[in-house]
């Protein structure tokens, strides 16, 4: 079965460190895709970053990065230079693919990180 | 703003009530995904179309929930005889068909039902 694990429900960070969050996923698919939402107080879903099970090389996006270990099932997120906007839930999800066409999104159940300035 | 719209953002209803929640996704997308989170939860997923075809439904999904998409532009999401587990906040999200196709998600409709 599809599964996303995010272990930590809470995280603290100080302002202009670097955080990572954990993710690990179990799927036997060989194609899929891992995607990182934050969501604010305020209840939207903003997408960070995405990594593909197929691509080399880690996905990077500004201040995030995506820390992509495959043989692990392991895909945690790195938010350098914390701010104090980046308070909010992450989650991680993983979208399985039909012929190169991501579908829909499984999801963890996601980390609040708290910046404190 | 062309980013994906949802109405109404609040919905109370009594039990028993029928309720309607729209969705306008981003123009360009073809695929529109509703997804249902509960506090303290990731999103659980609901269905999905592909223009106005619905590709796929979860076993959430029960005979009260019906979803609509019917010129392949915006979809609705009907909760027949609502109850009070039904209480969530009901997310729309659009995206490509091709590619790596992440999903761009409203605001959300905020449901409770009395």
């Known amino acids: 079965a599809q599964k996303i694990t995010q272990t930590q429900p809470g995280m603290f960070v100080q302002e202009k460190e670097a955080v990572t969050l954990d993710c690990t996923y179990d799927?036997?698919?060989?194609?899929?895709?891992l995607f990182w939402y934050k969501q604010p107080s305020s209840g939207e879903m903003i997408f960070l970053i995405y990594q593909g099970s197929y691509d080399q090389q880690n996905a990077t996006e500004g201040r995030y990065s995506l820390n992509f270990q495959k043989a692990r099932k392991s895909a945690n997120l790195v938010i350098s230079a914390s701010q104090l906007g980046d308070s909010a839930m992450y989650f991680c999800?993983?979208?399985?693919?039909?012929?190169?066409?991501?579908?829909?999104?499984?999801w963890g159940l996601g980390t609040s990180l708290a910046v404190n300035p | 703003d062309t980013g994906v719209s949802q109405n109404p953002r609040h919905k109370i209803t009594k039990r028993g009530q029928n309720v309607t929640f729209r969705c306008d996704p981003i123009?360009?997308?073809?695929?529109l995904y509703w997804y249902r989170q509960t506090l303290g939860q990731g999103p659980e997923f609901l269905t999905y179309f592909q223009n106005e075809a619905q590709l796929e439904k979860s076993r959430l999904l029960s005979d009260r929930f019906s979803a609509e998409r019917p010129k392949g532009s915006f979809s609705t999401l009907e909760i027949q005889r609502t109850e009070q587990g039904d209480s969530a906040m009901y997310l729309c999200a659009s995206s490509f068909q091709t590619g790596r196709s992440e999903q761009f998600f409203g605001p959300g409709t905020r449901l409770t039902v009395l």
């Open positions: 799927t036997s698919d060989p194609s899929y895709g």
């Open positions: 999800a993983m979208s399985l693919s039909n012929a190169g066409n991501n579908r829909k999104l499984i």
């Open positions: 123009s360009e997308h073809n695929r």
